[in-house]
């Protein structure tokens, strides 16, 4: 219990660490709560399906788009994507595809 407690600690503050980095945007705990419920509630736009525990959604926060990717696992956001970049997966066979975003 104590490491799933950690890992989503971790993953939380690498995601606002990013969010500050890529988007100039300082993220509390009311902001980082307000975008996982766009994701819980469905009203975020999901991008793609990144992996089985992984997904990347655009949602918006200050009036700005972002993509971030959620773990289903933690049901936590991993890290905060520059907007428009190229999504890219790996499929069974451990090739790279590229994803439409």
Do not use: P
């Not at 089985?52 to 990717?69: D, M, T, Y």
């Not at 959620?70 to 790996?90: H, I, P």
């Amino acid at each position: 219990m104590k490491r799933i407690i950690q890992r989503k600690q971790k993953q939380r503050a690498h995601f606002k660490k990013r969010l500050q980095q890529r988007y100039s945007i300082g993220c509390n705990r009311y902001m980082y709560r307000f975008m996982l419920d766009q994701v819980h509630s469905g009203q975020a736009k999901f991008l793609m399906k990144q992996s089985n525990s992984k997904s990347i959604f655009e949602v918006s926060i200050c009036g700005e788009l972002v993509w971030a990717v959620y773990d289903k696992n933690t049901m936590e956001f991993r890290t905060a994507l520059e907007l428009g970049c190229e999504l890219r997966k790996v499929d069974t066979r451990g090739y790279t595809v590229r994803a439409q975003g």
